[in-house]
């Protein structure tokens, strides 16, 4: 399985599919929230989508569960889990909709944790990141019970790689 996650473009929407070129052999698309952009706008139109804080276009969900494959996906924005401060609400959110990957932004901040086996990712922000000058999304690749994350910059070029 191989995923796209991008989060946090803030009216960018000419990177998303840029992103998406990028990656023609991906399984899915995430965009975790803060696209700006109204929900059936073509640019974000092929990823599976959630609502930021800074959506306006209330069409978007809060949270969405996908399965692909032997992987269950649980996805939000962050900002009604407080993950700027924890992963906690986030873990227990992921235990009930029995989620094996959590994709989350808000905080800008690129990361990826496994907690008690649940693969925690944010892909940081292709506009406005923190704690890092590059501008990130995030490719995560899984075999097994393994994970290859990348986070990879607006170039495409690999910024950090972690396997889990």
């Not at 990823?47 to 800074?54: S, T």
């Not at 996805?75 to 993950?83: A, C, D, K, Q, S």
Request: aromatic residues 8%.
């Amino acid at each position: 399985m191989k995923i796209v996650v991008l989060s946090d473009t803030h009216g960018d929407g000419t990177i998303i599919p840029q992103v998406i070129a990028a990656h023609p052999d991906a399984d899915a698309y995430f965009h975790c929230g803060d696209s700006e952009l109204p929900y059936e706008d073509e640019q974000i139109r092929a990823c599976i989508r959630v609502r930021g804080n800074c959506d306006a276009d209330v069409t978007y969900p809060t949270e969405e569960v996908k399965v692909l494959g032997q992987r269950t996906i649980w996805m939000t924005h962050g900002h009604l889990f407080r993950v700027k401060s924890t992963l906690t609400p986030l873990a227990f959110r992921a235990q009930e909709v029995g989620a094996d990957i959590v994709l989350f932004g808000h905080s800008h901040v690129l990361g990826a944790e496994l907690v008690d086996h649940v693969l925690f990712v944010n892909p940081g922000s292709l506009r406005l990141p923190r704690g890092r000058k590059e501008k990130t999304y995030a490719v995560i690749e899984s075999e097994g019970t393994s994970y290859t994350i990348r986070f990879l910059d607006e170039q495409h070029q690999l910024v950090v790689e972690t396997k889990i």
